[in-house]
Protein backbone atom coordinates (compact mmCIF):
# COMPACT_ATOMS: atom_id res chain seq x y z
CA UNK A 1 0.00 0.00 0.00
CA UNK A 2 0.95 3.54 -0.16
CA UNK A 3 2.46 4.24 3.02
CA UNK A 4 0.40 7.86 3.88
CA UNK A 5 1.74 10.25 6.66
CA UNK A 6 -0.42 10.55 9.34
CA UNK A 7 1.66 10.16 12.35
CA UNK A 8 -0.50 12.05 14.59
CA UNK A 9 -3.23 9.28 14.53
CA UNK A 10 -1.56 7.11 16.61
CA UNK A 11 -0.94 9.87 19.41
CA UNK A 12 -4.62 10.56 19.14
CA UNK A 13 -4.26 14.10 20.55
CA UNK A 14 -2.03 15.12 17.90
CA UNK A 15 -4.25 14.93 14.62
CA UNK A 16 -7.33 15.99 16.46
CA UNK A 17 -5.48 19.22 18.10
CA UNK A 18 -6.35 20.29 14.07
CA UNK A 19 -9.76 19.85 14.60
CA UNK A 20 -9.95 20.53 17.81
CA UNK A 21 -9.60 23.81 19.31
CA UNK A 22 -7.08 23.82 22.09
CA UNK A 23 -5.35 26.93 24.30
CA UNK A 24 -2.13 28.54 22.16
CA UNK A 25 -0.17 26.84 25.75
CA UNK A 26 -2.08 23.38 24.94
CA UNK A 27 -1.22 23.72 21.34
CA UNK A 28 2.93 24.54 21.86
CA UNK A 29 2.80 21.21 24.58
CA UNK A 30 1.41 18.83 22.09
CA UNK A 31 3.46 19.86 19.37
CA UNK A 32 6.62 19.49 21.45
CA UNK A 33 5.21 16.08 22.65
CA UNK A 34 4.77 15.03 19.01
CA UNK A 35 8.54 16.50 17.99
CA UNK A 36 9.62 14.73 20.63
CA UNK A 37 7.58 11.03 19.95
CA UNK A 38 9.01 11.59 16.23
CA UNK A 39 12.51 12.47 17.24
CA UNK A 40 12.65 9.12 19.77
CA UNK A 41 11.16 7.25 16.71
CA UNK A 42 14.68 7.44 15.10
CA UNK A 43 16.72 6.99 17.93
CA UNK A 44 14.31 3.45 18.72
CA UNK A 45 15.28 2.02 15.24
CA UNK A 46 18.07 0.20 15.57
CA UNK A 47 17.03 -1.77 18.92
CA UNK A 48 13.64 -2.37 16.75
CA UNK A 49 15.40 -4.06 14.01
CA UNK A 50 17.78 -5.96 16.62
CA UNK A 51 14.44 -7.66 18.46
CA UNK A 52 13.03 -8.63 15.04
CA UNK A 53 16.75 -10.37 13.91
CA UNK A 54 17.26 -11.74 17.88
CA UNK A 55 13.68 -13.20 16.98
CA UNK A 56 14.65 -14.11 13.78
CA UNK A 57 17.72 -16.07 15.32
CA UNK A 58 15.70 -17.61 18.49
CA UNK A 59 13.20 -19.16 15.32
CA UNK A 60 16.57 -20.43 13.19
CA UNK A 61 18.10 -22.17 16.51
CA UNK A 62 14.73 -23.53 17.35
CA UNK A 63 14.66 -26.03 14.23
CA UNK A 64 16.20 -29.71 14.65
CA UNK A 65 20.37 -29.33 14.43
CA UNK A 66 20.00 -31.49 11.05
CA UNK A 67 17.98 -28.88 9.91
CA UNK A 68 20.06 -26.37 11.12
CA UNK A 69 23.38 -28.21 9.19
CA UNK A 70 21.26 -27.96 5.69
CA UNK A 71 20.92 -23.91 5.75
CA UNK A 72 24.32 -22.62 6.89
CA UNK A 73 24.26 -19.19 5.44
CA UNK A 74 21.60 -17.99 7.48
CA UNK A 75 22.86 -16.90 10.83
CA UNK A 76 25.35 -14.69 9.13
CA UNK A 77 22.68 -13.22 7.03
CA UNK A 78 20.96 -12.53 10.53
CA UNK A 79 24.29 -10.40 11.13
CA UNK A 80 24.77 -9.14 8.36
CA UNK A 81 21.16 -7.41 8.64
CA UNK A 82 21.79 -6.56 12.03
CA UNK A 83 25.21 -4.72 10.69
CA UNK A 84 23.04 -3.21 7.96
CA UNK A 85 20.80 -2.12 10.84
CA UNK A 86 23.48 -0.47 12.34
CA UNK A 87 24.18 1.43 9.71
CA UNK A 88 20.69 2.84 8.71
CA UNK A 89 21.04 4.11 12.20
CA UNK A 90 24.07 6.38 11.74
CA UNK A 91 21.87 7.71 8.77
CA UNK A 92 18.66 8.32 10.97
CA UNK A 93 21.21 10.10 13.60
CA UNK A 94 22.69 12.40 11.37
CA UNK A 95 18.84 13.35 10.21
CA UNK A 96 17.92 14.05 13.47
CA UNK A 97 20.78 15.61 14.32
CA UNK A 98 20.06 18.39 11.76
CA UNK A 99 16.67 18.81 12.42
CA UNK A 100 16.96 19.48 16.11
CA UNK A 101 16.64 23.57 14.79
CA UNK A 102 15.26 23.16 12.05
CA UNK A 103 12.10 25.38 12.26
CA UNK A 104 13.11 28.49 12.57
CA UNK A 105 10.16 29.96 14.67
CA UNK A 106 9.97 27.09 17.26
CA UNK A 107 11.98 26.07 20.10
CA UNK A 108 11.66 22.54 20.89
CA UNK A 109 13.29 22.73 24.28
CA UNK A 110 15.73 19.87 25.25
CA UNK A 111 15.31 16.02 26.33
CA UNK A 112 16.61 15.69 30.02
CA UNK A 113 18.96 12.90 28.69
CA UNK A 114 19.52 12.88 24.67
CA UNK A 115 20.93 9.51 24.78
CA UNK A 116 18.44 7.58 26.59
CA UNK A 117 16.69 5.69 24.00
CA UNK A 118 12.78 5.53 24.44
CA UNK A 119 10.59 2.96 23.10
CA UNK A 120 8.62 3.61 20.04
CA UNK A 121 5.61 2.39 18.70
CA UNK A 122 5.44 -0.34 15.89
CA UNK A 123 3.19 2.36 14.29
CA UNK A 124 5.92 4.85 14.15
CA UNK A 125 8.17 2.09 13.42
CA UNK A 126 6.39 1.64 10.12
CA UNK A 127 6.47 5.41 9.54
CA UNK A 128 10.10 5.18 9.81
CA UNK A 129 11.09 2.41 7.51
CA UNK A 130 8.42 3.63 4.63
CA UNK A 131 10.44 7.18 4.89
CA UNK A 132 13.63 4.79 4.53
CA UNK A 133 11.97 3.26 1.72
CA UNK A 134 10.84 6.84 0.23
CA UNK A 135 14.50 7.86 -0.26
CA UNK A 136 15.09 4.84 -3.12
CA UNK A 137 11.46 6.55 -4.47
CA UNK A 138 13.30 10.16 -4.55
CA UNK A 139 16.53 10.16 -4.54
CA UNK A 140 17.86 6.72 -5.66
CA UNK A 141 19.47 5.88 -9.06
CA UNK A 142 16.62 2.65 -8.48
CA UNK A 143 13.94 5.14 -8.08
CA UNK A 144 14.41 6.59 -11.54
CA UNK A 145 11.78 4.23 -13.45
CA UNK A 146 8.97 5.08 -10.42
CA UNK A 147 9.98 8.69 -10.88
CA UNK A 148 9.61 8.34 -14.30
CA UNK A 149 6.47 7.11 -14.21
CA UNK A 150 4.60 8.83 -11.34
CA UNK A 151 6.72 12.45 -11.72
CA UNK A 152 7.35 12.62 -15.26
CA UNK A 153 3.56 12.68 -16.44
CA UNK A 154 2.88 15.82 -13.75
CA UNK A 155 6.44 17.19 -14.97
CA UNK A 156 5.50 17.15 -18.74
CA UNK A 157 2.29 18.39 -18.20
CA UNK A 158 3.17 21.63 -16.56
CA UNK A 159 5.70 22.42 -19.66
CA UNK A 160 2.67 21.59 -21.73
CA UNK A 161 0.79 24.53 -19.66
CA UNK A 162 3.58 26.92 -19.22
CA UNK A 163 5.65 26.63 -22.13
CA UNK A 164 8.73 28.27 -21.45
CA UNK A 165 8.51 29.69 -25.15
CA UNK A 166 5.64 31.57 -23.72
CA UNK A 167 5.79 32.11 -20.12
CA UNK A 168 8.17 34.12 -17.83
CA UNK A 169 8.19 30.86 -15.64
CA UNK A 170 9.87 31.97 -12.93
CA UNK A 171 6.49 33.47 -12.09
CA UNK A 172 5.01 30.34 -12.56
CA UNK A 173 4.07 29.32 -8.92
CA UNK A 174 3.36 25.84 -8.11
CA UNK A 175 2.47 24.31 -4.93
CA UNK A 176 2.88 20.25 -4.31
CA UNK A 177 0.86 19.46 -1.42
CA UNK A 178 1.96 15.75 0.77
CA UNK A 179 5.54 16.72 -1.32
CA UNK A 180 7.35 13.42 0.80
CA UNK A 181 11.01 13.61 0.58
CA UNK A 182 10.45 16.82 -2.25
CA UNK A 183 11.86 15.37 -4.83
CA UNK A 184 9.43 16.07 -7.24
CA UNK A 185 9.15 19.67 -6.05
CA UNK A 186 12.36 19.63 -6.78
CA UNK A 187 12.70 18.91 -9.98
CA UNK A 188 10.26 21.50 -10.93
CA UNK A 189 12.24 23.85 -9.09
CA UNK A 190 15.22 22.72 -11.47
CA UNK A 191 13.41 23.57 -15.00
CA UNK A 192 12.79 27.41 -13.30
CA UNK A 193 9.00 27.33 -11.95
CA UNK A 194 8.46 28.82 -8.60
CA UNK A 195 8.35 25.61 -6.19
CA UNK A 196 6.71 25.00 -3.05
CA UNK A 197 6.16 21.47 -1.56
CA UNK A 198 3.78 21.20 1.46
CA UNK A 199 4.48 18.38 4.05
CA UNK A 200 2.76 17.48 7.27
CA UNK A 201 4.75 14.54 8.48
CA UNK A 202 7.85 15.25 10.76
CA UNK A 203 9.41 11.95 9.68
CA UNK A 204 9.30 13.13 5.92
CA UNK A 205 10.28 16.81 7.35
CA UNK A 206 13.09 15.43 8.89
CA UNK A 207 14.28 13.55 5.92
CA UNK A 208 13.55 15.93 3.29
CA UNK A 209 15.46 18.88 5.30
CA UNK A 210 18.50 16.44 5.41
CA UNK A 211 19.04 15.64 2.02
CA UNK A 212 18.35 19.01 0.44
CA UNK A 213 20.71 20.82 3.34
CA UNK A 214 23.10 18.64 3.75
CA UNK A 215 23.79 16.28 1.52
CA UNK A 216 25.94 17.19 -1.50
CA UNK A 217 27.55 14.84 -2.76
CA UNK A 218 26.16 12.25 -5.11
CA UNK A 219 25.74 8.72 -3.97
CA UNK A 220 28.00 9.20 -0.71
CA UNK A 221 25.44 7.74 1.31
CA UNK A 222 23.89 4.02 1.82
CA UNK A 223 20.49 3.23 2.88
CA UNK A 224 19.83 -0.45 3.17
CA UNK A 225 15.70 0.00 2.47
CA UNK A 226 14.75 -3.46 2.35
CA UNK A 227 16.29 -5.97 5.66
CA UNK A 228 12.67 -5.39 7.16
CA UNK A 229 11.22 -7.60 4.34
CA UNK A 230 11.91 -10.94 5.60
CA UNK A 231 9.05 -12.36 3.61
CA UNK A 232 9.06 -12.92 -0.39
CA UNK A 233 12.72 -12.59 -1.14
CA UNK A 234 14.39 -14.71 -3.50
CA UNK A 235 18.10 -14.53 -2.69
CA UNK A 236 19.21 -14.12 1.15
CA UNK A 237 21.31 -11.12 -0.19
CA UNK A 238 18.30 -9.08 -1.83
CA UNK A 239 17.37 -8.23 1.76
CA UNK A 240 20.97 -6.80 2.15
CA UNK A 241 21.31 -5.03 -0.75
CA UNK A 242 21.79 -0.99 -0.56
CA UNK A 243 21.38 2.14 -1.99
CA UNK A 244 22.87 4.88 -2.77
CA UNK A 245 21.68 8.65 -2.52
CA UNK A 246 20.88 11.24 -3.34
CA UNK A 247 21.50 10.08 -7.21
CA UNK A 248 22.34 14.16 -7.68
CA UNK A 249 23.50 16.92 -5.91
CA UNK A 250 20.26 18.21 -4.16
CA UNK A 251 22.20 22.08 -4.04
CA UNK A 252 22.45 21.74 -7.91
CA UNK A 253 19.45 23.98 -8.12
CA UNK A 254 19.99 26.82 -10.16
CA UNK A 255 20.56 30.27 -8.20
CA UNK A 256 17.67 31.85 -9.84
CA UNK A 257 15.64 28.98 -8.55
CA UNK A 258 12.94 29.55 -5.97
CA UNK A 259 12.09 26.41 -3.93
CA UNK A 260 10.79 26.08 -0.68
CA UNK A 261 8.94 23.87 1.79
CA UNK A 262 6.78 24.11 4.34
CA UNK A 263 5.68 22.54 7.12
CA UNK A 264 1.71 21.46 7.86
CA UNK A 265 -1.31 20.48 7.41
CA UNK A 266 -2.20 21.16 3.82
CA UNK A 267 -5.77 22.79 4.50
CA UNK A 268 -4.62 24.66 7.46
CA UNK A 269 -1.69 26.40 5.83
CA UNK A 270 -3.22 27.05 2.28
CA UNK A 271 -6.24 29.74 3.07
CA UNK A 272 -5.31 32.71 0.82
CA UNK A 273 -7.44 32.74 -2.15
CA UNK A 274 -6.20 32.87 -6.13
CA UNK A 275 -2.82 32.46 -5.26
CA UNK A 276 -1.39 29.61 -7.23
CA UNK A 277 -0.98 28.67 -11.06
CA UNK A 278 -0.72 25.31 -10.30
CA UNK A 279 -1.19 22.43 -8.13
CA UNK A 280 0.06 19.18 -8.26
CA UNK A 281 -0.85 16.39 -5.88
CA UNK A 282 0.99 13.07 -6.70
CA UNK A 283 0.35 9.68 -4.56
CA UNK A 284 -1.77 12.35 -2.13
CA UNK A 285 -5.06 12.94 -2.23
CA UNK A 286 -6.54 9.58 -0.58
CA UNK A 287 -4.95 11.34 2.48
CA UNK A 288 -7.63 13.13 3.16
CA UNK A 289 -10.49 12.21 5.76
CA UNK A 290 -12.67 13.98 3.47
CA UNK A 291 -11.08 14.50 -0.05
CA UNK A 292 -14.04 16.90 -1.02
CA UNK A 293 -12.20 18.94 1.42
CA UNK A 294 -8.66 18.96 -0.34
CA UNK A 295 -10.85 19.54 -3.75
CA UNK A 296 -12.33 22.80 -1.91
CA UNK A 297 -8.96 23.95 -1.03
CA UNK A 298 -7.53 23.63 -4.49
CA UNK A 299 -10.34 25.23 -6.25
CA UNK A 300 -9.93 28.33 -3.34
CA UNK A 301 -5.74 29.10 -3.61
CA UNK A 302 -5.93 28.00 -7.45
CA UNK A 303 -5.70 31.18 -9.52
CA UNK A 304 -8.46 31.92 -11.71
CA UNK A 305 -7.14 29.96 -14.89
CA UNK A 306 -5.04 27.79 -12.80
CA UNK A 307 -4.59 24.03 -12.96
CA UNK A 308 -4.98 21.04 -10.59
CA UNK A 309 -2.53 18.24 -12.06
CA UNK A 310 -3.14 14.93 -10.25
CA UNK A 311 -1.83 11.56 -10.48
CA UNK A 312 -2.24 8.97 -7.74
CA UNK A 313 -4.79 5.79 -6.63
CA UNK A 314 -7.24 5.99 -4.10
CA UNK A 315 -6.41 3.66 -0.86
CA UNK A 316 -8.02 6.04 1.68
CA UNK A 317 -5.46 6.57 4.36
CA UNK A 318 -8.11 6.80 7.30
CA UNK A 319 -10.13 3.62 6.03
CA UNK A 320 -10.47 1.60 8.90
CA UNK A 321 -8.83 3.62 11.52
CA UNK A 322 -10.68 3.78 14.91
CA UNK A 323 -12.12 6.98 15.65
CA UNK A 324 -11.03 8.91 12.43
CA UNK A 325 -13.07 10.21 10.05
CA UNK A 326 -12.66 9.20 6.41
CA UNK A 327 -14.87 8.90 3.49
CA UNK A 328 -14.30 6.76 1.03
CA UNK A 329 -15.18 8.29 -2.40
CA UNK A 330 -14.68 7.03 -5.98
CA UNK A 331 -13.21 8.71 -8.42
CA UNK A 332 -16.16 8.98 -10.28
CA UNK A 333 -17.89 10.83 -7.28
CA UNK A 334 -14.89 12.84 -6.62
CA UNK A 335 -14.87 13.60 -10.35
CA UNK A 336 -18.74 15.03 -9.75
CA UNK A 337 -17.76 16.97 -7.20
CA UNK A 338 -15.14 18.53 -9.27
CA UNK A 339 -16.57 19.42 -11.78
CA UNK A 340 -19.85 20.89 -9.54
CA UNK A 341 -17.68 23.37 -7.82
CA UNK A 342 -16.39 24.45 -11.40
CA UNK A 343 -13.42 22.81 -12.22
CA UNK A 344 -13.23 21.96 -16.30
CA UNK A 345 -11.58 18.57 -17.07
CA UNK A 346 -9.00 19.16 -20.10
CA UNK A 347 -7.25 15.72 -19.36
CA UNK A 348 -7.86 12.64 -18.10
CA UNK A 349 -6.87 9.22 -17.91
CA UNK A 350 -7.93 6.35 -15.87
CA UNK A 351 -5.78 3.82 -16.40
CA UNK A 352 -1.88 4.91 -15.62
CA UNK A 353 0.36 2.40 -13.81
CA UNK A 354 2.63 2.57 -11.55
CA UNK A 355 4.58 1.37 -8.01
CA UNK A 356 4.68 3.29 -5.22
CA UNK A 357 8.49 2.79 -3.24
CA UNK A 358 8.97 -0.37 -5.01
CA UNK A 359 11.48 -3.63 -3.66
CA UNK A 360 12.03 -4.57 -7.21
CA UNK A 361 13.49 -7.62 -6.59
CA UNK A 362 10.56 -9.20 -3.82
CA UNK A 363 8.05 -11.66 -4.91
CA UNK A 364 5.13 -9.51 -3.83
CA UNK A 365 4.89 -5.92 -5.99
CA UNK A 366 2.15 -4.07 -6.25
CA UNK A 367 0.74 -2.16 -9.08
CA UNK A 368 -1.18 1.54 -8.73
CA UNK A 369 -3.57 1.57 -11.37
CA UNK A 370 -3.66 5.24 -11.31
CA UNK A 371 -6.07 8.05 -12.14
CA UNK A 372 -3.98 11.09 -13.72
CA UNK A 373 -6.19 14.40 -14.57
CA UNK A 374 -5.63 18.12 -15.25
CA UNK A 375 -8.26 20.35 -14.03
CA UNK A 376 -8.88 24.33 -14.51
CA UNK A 377 -10.61 26.13 -12.64
CA UNK A 378 -11.94 28.82 -15.37
CA UNK A 379 -10.16 32.06 -15.68
CA UNK A 380 -13.38 34.11 -16.30
CA UNK A 381 -16.14 32.88 -13.77
CA UNK A 382 -15.59 32.78 -10.11
CA UNK A 383 -18.14 29.43 -9.15
CA UNK A 384 -19.10 29.09 -5.70
CA UNK A 385 -20.80 25.53 -5.38
CA UNK A 386 -22.40 26.48 -2.18
CA UNK A 387 -24.42 29.76 -2.96
CA UNK A 388 -26.30 28.15 -6.65
CA UNK A 389 -27.81 25.11 -6.85
CA UNK A 390 -28.96 26.24 -10.37
CA UNK A 391 -25.05 26.84 -11.35
CA UNK A 392 -24.73 23.68 -10.10
CA UNK A 393 -26.21 21.57 -12.48
CA UNK A 394 -24.48 23.46 -15.17
CA UNK A 395 -20.75 23.59 -14.97
CA UNK A 396 -20.49 24.22 -18.49
CA UNK A 397 -20.84 28.01 -18.03
CA UNK A 398 -17.49 27.77 -16.52
CA UNK A 399 -15.54 26.55 -19.50
CA UNK A 400 -13.04 28.77 -20.85
CA UNK A 401 -8.89 29.40 -21.54
CA UNK A 402 -6.64 29.68 -19.25
CA UNK A 403 -4.66 32.75 -20.48
CA UNK A 404 -7.19 35.42 -20.15
CA UNK A 405 -7.24 35.29 -16.47
CA UNK A 406 -3.62 34.66 -15.63
CA UNK A 407 -1.56 38.34 -15.73
CA UNK A 408 1.19 37.63 -13.34
CA UNK A 409 2.29 35.25 -16.01
CA UNK A 410 4.43 36.18 -18.99
C1 LIG B 1 1.75 8.66 -0.25
S1 LIG B 1 2.77 9.98 0.24
C2 LIG B 1 3.23 10.69 -1.34
C3 LIG B 1 4.46 11.51 -1.26
C4 LIG B 1 4.90 12.10 -2.60
N1 LIG B 1 3.92 12.97 -3.15
C5 LIG B 1 5.23 10.98 -3.56
O1 LIG B 1 4.52 10.85 -4.57
O2 LIG B 1 6.19 10.26 -3.31
C6 LIG B 1 1.60 11.17 0.86
C7 LIG B 1 2.29 12.29 1.58
O3 LIG B 1 1.32 13.26 1.97
C8 LIG B 1 1.64 13.70 3.29
N2 LIG B 1 0.42 14.23 3.90
C9 LIG B 1 -0.63 13.52 4.37
N3 LIG B 1 -1.58 14.35 4.83
C10 LIG B 1 -1.12 15.61 4.64
C11 LIG B 1 -1.66 16.89 4.91
N4 LIG B 1 -2.85 17.03 5.43
N5 LIG B 1 -0.93 17.98 4.58
C12 LIG B 1 0.31 17.84 4.01
N6 LIG B 1 0.86 16.64 3.75
C13 LIG B 1 0.16 15.54 4.06
C14 LIG B 1 2.18 12.45 3.95
O4 LIG B 1 2.94 12.75 5.09
C15 LIG B 1 2.97 11.81 2.85
O5 LIG B 1 4.31 12.25 2.83
Known amino acids: MAETGGEGAQGGAYFHKERIKYSPEEEARLERQHFWRIIDAFRFYRVHVQEQVKRAERQFRSLPQHHQNLLPGVLSNLTRISQCADHNQEVLQAIIHNSLDMFE ?185 NVIEYVETIWKILKPGGVWINLGPLLYHFENMANELSVELSYEDIRTAMVKFGFHIEVEKESMQTTYTENDRSMLRYVYDCVFFVARKPADVYFDCQEDDQQQSSPSAAKSPRREGTDSLT
Not at 146 to 161: A, G, K, T, V
Not at 174 to 191: D, F, H, K, Q, S
Not at 231 to 247: A, H, L, T, V, W
Open 105 to 289: NIGYGEREDPRKVRPSTTFDMDKLKSTIKQFVRDWSEVGQAERDSCYQPIIQEIQRLFPSDQYDVSKVSVLIPGAGLGRLAWEIARLGYICQGNEWSLFMLFSSNFVLNRCEKVNALTLYPWIHQFSNNKKSSDQIRPIRFPDVNPQSLPLTSDFSMVAGDFVEVYTDADSWDCVATCFFIDTAH
